[in-house]
Every structure is written in structure tokens, then in C-alpha cells.
């Protein structure tokens, strides 16, 4: 009321001793009664305590509410948001003639805003207005949003050669426990593996036939057996044990002619591993030993290291002739 009053005034040039009765001619009622008797009182009284009376008498006691609102309102999402609220319940205020001062209102809006928001806008005060301490806490608000998206760091530029190798695909770790299987096939389920053991007459039969030991394929050096087997090789001493006494008879060197064509493959000549040679680690009194299995030759071969080390013992034989 008290605003446009002011503005009337001021439209119409109504001097300031004009003004209450200039104001009491729109009283009707109640406020034209209570006019009579207050100015009967106070003849001549000034605008402005005239209007404090006013207030005094017909203002709505509810007005101590708004008030009560406007102190306890609390910024909870943006500036903006908040001042129109704020802004809302001012324009209750006023609404019921009521006019606050700008250093109250200022001091409730301030006090309403979040507390990273307002402890920058006190380092300004005091402020010129109200709009001032607005516009400050909207520009600490948007320096806030703009620290929490800070730009990537430019990354650092180097020389990048292109890697043709491939990595192998990431292998996947799984965390779950996974308990050991602890259960044993029963031997009762396993068959015996069947052992072919040829006798050495069986052996020179093949030899004669020109037959596979193992097949009844004709046998050649690029012959390969089709059916996978396991191979066990067992030496037969004939003419007995080796004789371990020495005797200081001298030995002569005895020629026998012996009917049965011997063979030996180069590669067990020369210790060196073909495409029918087969190489074994074997184990003599707890040292290893290396044996070579040659599938071309009729007899074996012994190092005299090897022999020495495991205690065979050695005599001389007939002189053998021998086909490479």
C-alpha cells in the first residue's frame, strides 16, 4: 500500500502536509472510523506515522508468519530456484502491507544459501542491494559447476610405431574355488595293455619274408606302421652268463662263420638321429644314460663309457661281418 500511495503522490504532486487526508478519503467502514477518532487526536500528524498506526491497527497477524517463512527458507538446488521463492514469499509480505528492510531481507536471503555458496558471498559484504548479493551468489554457483568438469590433461604426444604382433586374447581369471577331483579310475576297470613279444626265430623269419615285425606289410626304409603301439624292448643272453674271473691264458681272436646276415644302420654308427631312430633317457645305478632305438638295425650297441659305468663286464667275440 505504502508503494503505491508513494506513487500516487508523486503522479498527482500531493504535497507531504496533503497526504493523510489525501489517503482518508479512500477509508470506508472501519478504517473510515478509526480515521475520525485518530485524527481527532492527532491533527496534523506526518505520512509516516500515520502508516506505522495504520499498520498497527489492520494488519493480518498471519503477516508474523510470512516473516517466520521467509527466515527459515533454505536454498536446496539452484540459486535461481531459490530466489524465486524467496522472491515469492516477499511479494506475500508486501500483499499485507508489510514493508521489510532491504538490510533484513538481504541478511535472510544470504543466510539461505548452501554453505559453499555463501561463504564467498559474505567476503563482499557489506552489499549495495539486495540484486547485488544475488548476482554474486549465481556467479559463485556456476564457478563451483565449472571445478567439478575439469578438461582431460592434454596427453603427452609420442612417437607411436604400429606393433604387427598380435597379443594373445586376455585371459579370463575366475575367482571361484574349484576342489581338486581326488577319485582314482579302480584298477579292476583298467585293461591290460597287450604285450607282442617276438621270439628272435619269429623275428628271422619276417627278416627272411622281408615282412614288418609288426605287420604283414612288405617292410622298407619309409615303411610306417598305420596302428599306433607302445614298444618294450627285452635283451635274451644266450650261452650264458659273462664270465667275471680273468685268466692269464693268453686269448686268440676266433673267426666263426655265422649264416645270419647282422645290420646296422648308419645312424647308430654315428650316434645320429634319423627319421627311424628314437631317443630315450634310461637310468644305471642313479645316473641317466641315453639310449638310442634304431628300428634298422638287428643288434645293439653299448658305449664303453656307458659299459664302464655300469659295471658290465666285457669279453671278446668272434669277429662279426656286418651289413651298414
Same mark, same amino acid.
Given at each position: 500500500?505504502?508503494?503505491?500511495?508513494?506513487?500516487?503522490?508523486?503522479?498527482?504532486?500531493?504535497?507531504?502536509?496533503?497526504?493523510?487526508?489525501?489517503?482518508?478519503?479512500?477509508?470506508?467502514?472501519?478504517?473510515?472510523?478509526? /480515521?475520525?477518532?485518530?485524527?481527532? !487526536?492527532?491533527?496534523?500528524?506526518?505520512?509516516?506515522?500515520?502508516? #506505522? =498506526?495504520? $499498520? @498497527?491497527?489492520?494488519?493480518?497477524?498471519?503477516?508474523?508468519?510470512?516473516?517466520?517463512?521467509?527466515?527459515?527458507?533454505?536454498?536446496?538446488?539452484?540459486?535461481?530456484?531459490?530466489?524465486?521463492?524467496?522472491?515469492?514469499?516477499?511479494?506475500?509480505?508486501?500483499?499485507?502491507?508489510?514493508?521489510?528492510?532491504?538490510?533484513?531481507?538481504?541478511?535472510?536471503?544470504?543466510?539461505?544459501?548452501?554453505?559453499?555458496?555463501?561463504?564467498?558471498?559474505?567476503? /563482499?559484504?557489506?552489499?549495495?542491494? !539486495?540484486?547485488?548479493?544475488?548476482?554474486?551468489?549465481?556467479?559463485? #554457483? =556456476?564457478? $563451483? @559447476?565449472?571445478?567439478?568438469?575439469?578438461?582431460?590433461?592434454?596427453?603427452?604426444?609420442?612417437?607411436?610405431?604400429?606393433?604387427?604382433?598380435?597379443?594373445?586374447?586376455?585371459?579370463?581369471?575366475?575367482?571361484?574355488?574349484?576342489?581338486?577331483?581326488?577319485?582314482?579310475?579302480?584298477?579292476?576297470?583298467?585293461?591290460?595293455?597287450?604285450?607282442?613279444?617276438?621270439?628272435?626265430?619269429?623275428?628271422?623269419?619276417?627278416?627272411?619274408?622281408?615282412?614288418?615285425?609288426?605287420?604283414?606289410?612288405?617292410?622298407?626304409?619309409?615303411?610306417?606302421?598305420?596302428?599306433?603301439?607302445?614298444?618294450? $624292448?627285452?635283451?635274451?643272453?644266450?650261452?650264458?652268463?659273462?664270465?667275471?674271473?680273468?685268466?692269464?691264458?693268453?686269448?686268440?681272436?676266433?673267426?666263426?662263420?655265422?649264416?645270419?646276415?647282422?645290420?646296422?644302420?648308419?645312424?647308430?654308427?654315428?650316434?645320429?638321429?634319423?627319421?627311424?631312430?628314437?631317443?630315450?633317457?634310461?637310468?644305471?645305478?642313479?645316473?641317466?644314460?641315453?639310449?638310442?632305438?634304431?628300428?634298422?638295425?638287428?643288434?645293439?650297441?653299448?658305449?664303453?663309457?656307458?659299459?664302464?659305468?655300469?659295471?658290465?663286464?666285457?669279453?671278446?667275440?668272434?669277429?662279426?661281418?656286418?651289413?651298414?
Amino acid at each position: 500500500m505504502d508503494r503505491k500511495c508513494e506513487r500516487f503522490f508523486l503522479i498527482h504532486h500531493v504535497p507531504s502536509d496533503q497526504k493523510v487526508l489525501m489517503a482518508s478519503i479512500h477509508f470506508e467502514k472501519k478504517a473510515e472510523a478509526w /480515521f475520525k477518532s485518530f485524527y481527532a !487526536l492527532r491533527e496534523g500528524v506526518g505520512w509516516n506515522e500515520f502508516t #506505522e =498506526a495504520l $499498520l @498497527e491497527r489492520f494488519v493480518d497477524v498471519g503477516h508474523e508468519d510470512i516473516v517466520g517463512e521467509l527466515y527459515r527458507l533454505r536454498q536446496n538446488i539452484t540459486v535461481a530456484e531459490y530466489q524465486e521463492r524467496f522472491e515469492e514469499i516477499q511479494r506475500r509480505l508486501l500483499a499485507k502491507n508489510l514493508r521489510l528492510k532491504d538490510e533484513f531481507l538481504i541478511a535472510s536471503f544470504v543466510s539461505g544459501l548452501k554453505r559453499e555458496i555463501k561463504h564467498d558471498v559474505k567476503k /563482499f559484504n557489506p552489499w549495495p542491494d !539486495l540484486k547485488t548479493a544475488i548476482q554474486i551468489a549465481r556467479l559463485q #554457483e =556456476a564457478s $563451483l @559447476e565449472a571445478k567439478k568438469y575439469k578438461p582431460w590433461p592434454a596427453k603427452r604426444q609420442t612417437n607411436y610405431y604400429p606393433n604387427t604382433y598380435q597379443n594373445p586374447p586376455p585371459h579370463k581369471i575366475n575367482n571361484q574355488y574349484i576342489p581338486p577331483d581326488l577319485t582314482y579310475p579302480s584298477r579292476k576297470n583298467i585293461e591290460p595293455i597287450p604285450i607282442k613279444k617276438l621270439t628272435p626265430i619269429e623275428m628271422k623269419v619276417r627278416r627272411d619274408k622281408g615282412l614288418c615285425y609288426n605287420c604283414n606289410e612288405t617292410y622298407t626304409f619309409v615303411h610306417q606302421y598305420a596302428k599306433k603301439q607302445f614298444y618294450m $624292448l627285452c635283451g635274451e643272453e644266450e650261452g650264458g652268463e659273462f664270465e667275471n674271473e680273468e685268466t692269464d691264458e693268453p686269448k686268440e681272436e676266433a673267426v666263426v662263420e655265422n649264416d645270419e646276415e647282422i645290420t646296422f644302420s648308419h645312424h647308430a654308427l654315428t650316434w645320429s638321429m634319423g627319421m627311424q631312430a628314437i631317443q630315450l633317457r634310461g637310468k644305471v645305478k642313479n645316473g641317466e644314460i641315453t639310449i638310442l632305438v634304431d628300428s634298422g638295425s638287428t643288434h645293439n650297441f653299448l658305449d664303453p663309457e656307458t659299459a664302464k659305468f655300469a659295471g658290465v663286464n666285457v669279453k671278446n667275440i668272434y669277429i662279426l661281418w656286418v651289413t651298414v
